[in-house]
T-cell receptor, first 116, second 113 residues
Framework: QKEVEQDPGPLSVPEGAIVSLNCTYS??????FMWYRQYSRKGPELLMY????GNKEDGRFTAQVDKSSKYISLFIRDSQPSDSATYLC????????????????FGTGTQLKVEL | NAGVTQTPKFRVLKTGQSMTLLCAQD?????MYWYRQDPGMGLRLIHY???????AKGEVPDGYNVSRLKKQNFLLGLESAAPSQTSVYFC????????????FGPGTRLTVL
């Protein structure tokens, strides 16, 4: 079983829809939770960053973390064609790497397509 | 700032050939990482560095070597390329261990025939 599970999709929605992307994880040591967006043939870029449980909102994006259920979500409101990308969840425990640094464990990504 | 840059963008190798991938960052970050991304596998950490002159193994280090002679550069070497190393390679950097934000480069697409 993978430490982080993410539905690969593809997920296709009409423009303006609310999108819900999710990841589950098994390692209770994870404290830092991130969502990266990756456009085709580009590197991942950080979209949202959350520490521990709770919600965080940034414009049309809301990240939720439920540590009791080991479940994180990313909501996109009023989705746009420019949101079409692969969304990767990532998470880490504090200073898990020998000598410091942050080992991120990534989900496999969910491909999202927002259609006109 | 250019952020994180990678050279080359594309490369085709024959089995047994060697090559070096170059990563450069201009953000004065201490930590640098090399990942590979394969379909259905997500991003997997190959090697990482927590500062100039230091390197360490990640999740899938076999067949790769790295060097961090200068703070801004992190090199990934393939000594004897194998078809299993066909992948997209991403370099990333982060400021320090208290910050989990990693900034990624645009990637290098490597095909080993």
């Amino acid at each position: 079983q993978k430490e982080v599970e993410q539905d690969p999709g593809p997920l296709s929605v009409p423009e303006g829809a609310i999108v819900s992307l999710n990841c589950t994880y098994s390692n209770s040591a994870f404290q830092y939770f991130m969502w990266y967006r990756q456009y085709s043939r580009k590197g991942p870029e950080l979209l949202m960053y959350t520490y521990s449980s709770g919600n965080k909102e940034d414009g049309r994006f809301t990240a939720q973390v439920d540590k009791s259920s080991k479940y994180i979500s990313l909501f996109i409101r009023d989705s746009q064609p420019s949101d079409s990308a692969t969304y990767l969840c990532a998470m880490s425990a504090a200073n898990i790497l020998t000598g410091g640094g942050n080992k991120l464990t990534f989900g496999t990504g969910t491909q999202l397509k927002v259609e006109l | 700032n250019a952020g994180v840059t990678q050279t080359p963008k594309f490369r085709v190798l024959k089995t047994g050939q060697s090559m070096t991938l170059l990563c450069a960052q201009d953000m004065n970050h201490e930590y640098m990482y090399w990942y590979r991304q394969d379909p259905g596998m997500g991003l997997r950490l190959i090697h990482y560095s927590v500062g100039e002159g230091t390197t360490a193994k990640g999740e899938v280090p076999d067949g790769y070597n790295v060097s961090r002679l200068k703070k801004q550069n992190f090199l990934l070497g393939l000594e004897s390329a194998a078809p299993s190393q066909t992948s997209v390679y991403f370099c990333a950097s982060s400021l320090d261990s208290s910050t989990d934000t990693q900034y990624f480069g645009p990637g290098t697409r490597l095909t080993v025939l």
